[in-house]
């Protein structure tokens, strides 16, 4: 297979290579500045500012693959690119890149009828408004999508809506406008999969309740934001539904693969800027009369950074690859392995950058605990490794059910 960059991507490349160098690195700090503001719930003044120039230099929803209104780029043709956004955590929302609006954009594109996208899907697009998925629940282990108890019930030209979200993304925005929320239309179905529906749910509807920001090791994600959500008789009408009754799962399902394979892209930027702060600190530092980089195991360790962060890039382009040649359902082994294999690799790559850091690294003076946190939440967002593993497991446990062991 072949990963070099066709000659659209490279321009897209040095052109979002160009807008990071002078729009954004530069602005770290007043973003910061911006963050640590009384009201932190507020729409950061920065990356409003930011917005126009990316779309008026073309570089605006570059990861929609099959739309007039993105770049057209495959899943394979996005991954540089979303690596690049994925250095500043707040950076891929200056493009219209950022989660969950790309999952949910997504599943508008593919599943939404022409009103719902003419209502929903056109102003997400435009970056007008911002949306929330609302799928995990604190009572069950939501890992298992069938084990959700949240409860949609028809009344004649209505959905009624009951139920308790959690870790609901972008709930605290106060630009969200629409949750895609998750819940069981026919629980006594005998297939299982066929029990849950998605709803289109503005978040002014009745009954809606945003109860409070949740945080990872202590950060609160503002002003995007996760929350804990209540519904509770909420009614929305009929058409609201995505797809029809039972079609949630499948809805899920669609809308995962993708997401999974942004987050990895986005690990690997982080991991590059992990090292790259390592190894300036290292080159920076003297201890007992000695640069710490001429210390082996520090050389050790810059090495197998760079080994990981190279065996996470090429098995994140194979399973774009993948995704884009045989489809989403027969990649799905090549997407749980970087699932697996991207988090882990940048917990192990941030991990060591905080160590050469010393205290500092354990500080919000340098970038590097909030991306640990970032990178342990992915081990569980999306699935939690334990899920992947196995089914990993099982798909290759089938390759040897029907053929002949080799001889010896």
């Given at each position: 297979?072949?990963?070099?960059?066709?000659?659209?991507?490279?321009?897209?490349?040095?052109?979002?290579?160009?807008?990071?160098?002078?729009?954004?690195?530069?602005?770290?700090?007043?973003?910061?500045?911006?963050?640590s503001a009384a009201d932190r719930w507020r729409p950061n003044p920065v990356v409003e500012e930011?917005?126009?120039?990316?779309?008026?230099?073309?570089?605006?929803?570059?990861?929609?693959p099959e739309s007039t209104k993105g770049a057209g780029l495959s899943n394979l043709e996005y991954a540089p690119l979303c690596e690049i956004m994925g250095r500043?955590?707040?950076?891929?929302?200056?493009?219209?890149?950022?989660?969950?609006?790309?999952?949910n954009m997504e599943i508008l594109e593919r599943f939404g009828s022409e009103a719902q996208k003419a209502q929903w899907l056109r102003p997400l697009l435009a970056g007008e408004i911002r949306s929330g998925f609302a799928m995990t629940e604190p009572a069950v282990a939501s890992s298992d999508?069938?084990?959700?108890?949240?409860?949609?019930?028809?009344e004649a030209d209505a959905y009624v809506i009951n139920g308790r979200k959690w870790w609901t993304s972008g709930a605290m925005d106060p630009r969200c406008a629409i949750f895609i929320f998750m819940g069981k239309t026919d629980a006594a179905n005998p297939d299982?999969?066929?029990?849950?529906?998605?709803?289109?749910?503005?978040?002014?509807?009745?009954?809606?309740?945003?109860?409070?920001?949740?945080?990872?090791?202590?950060?609160?994600?503002?002003p995007h934001g996760h929350g804990e959500v209540d519904f509770t008789d909420v009614r929305v009408p009929v058409a609201n539904i995505l797809l029809g009754e039972g079609r949630g799962f499948e809805i899920a399902q669609a809308r995962l693969g993708p997401g999974r394979i942004h987050h990895c892209m986005r690990l690997i930027g982080v991991a590059e800027v992990g090292l790259e702060l390592m190894c300036r600190?290292?080159?920076?530092?003297?201890?007992?009369?000695?640069?710490?980089?001429?210390?082996?195991?520090?050389?050790?360790?810059?090495?197998?950074?760079?080994?990981?962060?190279?065996?996470?890039?090429?098995?994140?382009?194979?399973?774009?690859?993948?995704?884009?040649?045989v489809g989403?359902?027969?990649?799905?082994?090549?997407?749980?392995?970087?699932?697996?294999?991207?988090?882990?690799?940048?917990?192990?790559?941030?991990?060591?950058?905080?160590?050469a850091h010393g205290a500092a690294g354990l500080s919000a003076d340098v970038p590097l605990a909030q991306a640990y946190a970032y990178a342990r939440s992915v081990q569980i967002v999306d699935g939690p490794d334990e899920v992947h593993r196995n089914q990993i497991g099982r798909l290759e446990l089938r390759k040897y059910e029907t053929r002949e062991p080799t001889a010896p």
């Open positions: 297979m072949d990963f070099d960059y066709s000659p659209k991507v490279d321009a897209l490349r040095q052109k979002l290579g160009a807008f990071m160098d002078e729009f954004v690195y530069p602005n770290q700090r007043r973003y910061q500045e911006a963050d930011l917005k126009p120039k990316a779309r008026a230099a073309g570089l605006w929803n570059l990861f929609l500043v955590e707040w950076a891929p929302e200056v493009f219209n890149c950022s989660a969950p609006d790309t999952g999508a069938t084990n959700i108890e949240s409860q949609i019930r028809r299982r999969y066929r029990q849950q529906s998605m709803l289109l749910v503005p978040r002014d509807t009745p009954g809606v309740r945003v109860l409070r920001p949740l945080t990872v090791f202590g950060y609160d994600d503002a600190r290292l080159s920076g530092r003297v201890a007992f009369g000695h640069a710490l980089a001429e210390q082996s195991v520090w050389l050790e360790r810059i090495a197998q950074s760079r080994i990981l962060i190279d065996q996470a890039r090429l098995l994140t382009l194979n399973a774009a690859h993948r995704m884009d040649t989403n359902k027969a990649a799905r082994a090549e997407i749980a392995m970087i699932k697996v294999a991207a988090p882990e690799m940048l917990c192990r790559v941030l991990d060591w950058a905080i160590q």
